[in-house]
């Protein structure tokens, strides 16, 4: 175990204004400054000495215009700086991605989701972070400002590795954008971890789709905490898309996406146990959303 | 050192403090109220929740810092003089504690709730308080506590 260190390390504190403000300052500070939306991540991290102490602490909550959701007619945004709060308990995001709001309800306590965000917990960029799976599965992409102007990617690129983002560190996030989905989908987030609460996920899976005349048109299926990053069960989508959904079909996917990931033993749970639980869950939204 | 201007249990100071100082070691070093508790100091334990702006907070993951120019309130600011709030009379009428360690929090917590909500579903009083840890009572007399105090805060006891 670590040692935990009550204080946390010296280091200045900086709050721009505008997203130019904190891009220059980034860019003047490269590698001495850490971006901070919520802190419910890098404060523990600075605490525990799990990371080296910047020279400064950029806190980003300053910057106006990136704390909402907003919908242009094709394009839902949530603003890197929107809490996990404000997500949970957002009627246009249940009405239309209900599997956000259940990531959402499902991370940390009240206290963490007033500050916490969903840009912090895919910058973070472990394999375990709850909005991912759904995001996944909503073909969801980030919008990156940085000291040569904009990129937009989609979010299964942006994850590289555990704790390893594609994000340089003189570059901000600015938002996550969600494509409108298509009439009739419907989609889940099934989180198994060992508490209700203040838990992270031993296995989460999410899974989206469309379903017409009992023949699946689209689907797909968002795994975390079982793979270096957040992934796609690719394979398992395969095997479901196009075809008639049966009973049989549901069950070699599920048994698909179990073998397709590559989870790691660790103290919270075995590979072993981490595979079947992608099975079961996998199959448990399956029958969800093609119900 | 950075100024800070914050306003706590409706009094405002202006204080210099270190930038890596959390909002926690501000309410109990610089101000004095050692009512807030820290337990774990990493935010899994909620002994540290304080109000700010009206949210449920933990203190010791927050940087005084991002307090500038905002409203905090502390279990010191619930009561009236001599007058306990009415969740602080119902913990102490159903025995919601053992030690206390956890109790401020606890309290803070179930400000907010019944300051929103003030006919919460067990379910809801259990998410309102799912941050919150205790490590005597059991959790039974908390709850019990708490639906104590929403029918205090609604006239019925
Ligand atoms: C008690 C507790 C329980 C938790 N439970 C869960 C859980 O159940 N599920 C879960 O997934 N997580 C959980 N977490 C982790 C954490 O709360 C989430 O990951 C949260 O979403 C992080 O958001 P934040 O805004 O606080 O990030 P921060 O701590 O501010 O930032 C995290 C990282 O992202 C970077 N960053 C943040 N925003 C930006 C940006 N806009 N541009 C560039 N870089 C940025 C920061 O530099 C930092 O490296 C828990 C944490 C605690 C303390
Ligand atoms: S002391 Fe802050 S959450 Fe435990
Ligand atoms: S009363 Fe002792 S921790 Fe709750």
Redesign the interface.
Known sequence: MAIFYRRLPKFRYVSPKTVEEALDFLGNHKNKAKVMAGGTDLIPQLKSREIPPPEYVVDIKGIQGLEGISYDGSTFRIGALCTINRIGNSDVIQSHFPSIVQAAQSMASPQVRNRGTFGGNICNGVPSADSAPPLLTLSAEVTIKGPGGERVIPLERFFTGPKKTSLEGDELLIDISIPKPEKGSRGVYLKLSPRHSMDLAIVGVAAWGTYLDGVCTDIKIGLGAVAPTPMRAIKAEGLIKGQKVTPDVIEEAARVAGSECSPIDDFRASAEYRRDMVYILTKRALNRIFS | M?RLNIKVNGKDYELQV?????LL?VIREEIGLTGTK?GC????C?AC?VIMDG????SC???A??ANNREVITIEGLAEGDRLHPIQEAFLEKGGMQCGFCTPGMIM?TK?LLDGNKNPTDEEIR??L???FCRCTGYTKIFESVKAAAEKMRGEI
């Open positions: 950075e270190k930038p890596w100082a959390t070691d820290e100091g990493e935010g899994e909620g929740t949210m449920a907070v933990n993951i927050v940087l810092m991002e917590s907010v998410k309102a799912e941050g919150n």
